[in-house]
């Protein structure tokens, strides 16, 4: 099992921050959107509350439309750009965290796997997780 909290940076350095206790669910998502932003097949979201995370560094924001018609937001670090994480402005206190900066990446185990249909053939969805054409309502 994990110690909390975590600590976790941006790759500069700048941001830091703790996450004080375990995500609530861990999701891969397959959409384009995150194959551009983690330029790679898919990328990693850990749902926190805003409670549960210490933050401390310099933030830029910015958002985009998401597929469900909600506002999604991203903050990230504005000296090096990696991005810390997402939410939406209508329900700030429920953060969308790419967990891939934390210090124990032990605890990003997702759980369920999105927007499969815009998923990289050469990648097999490990057994025993959830899949979802799109985003799950
Ligand atoms: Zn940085
Ligand atoms: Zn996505």
Known sequence: MANYPISGACQCGKVTYELLAPPKLVVACHCKECQKLSTSAFSITAMVDLADLKISGDLSEWSRMADSGNRSAAKFCSTCGNRIYHFDPANPTAIKLKPSNL???????????????????????????????????
Do not use: C, L, M, R
């Open 103 to 137: 210090t124990d990446t032990s605890i990003i185990q997702p759980v369920a796997h999105i927007w499969v249909s815009e998923k990289q053939e050469w990648y097999q969805i490990p057994e025993g997780v959830k899949t979802f054409d799109k985003q799950p309502s």
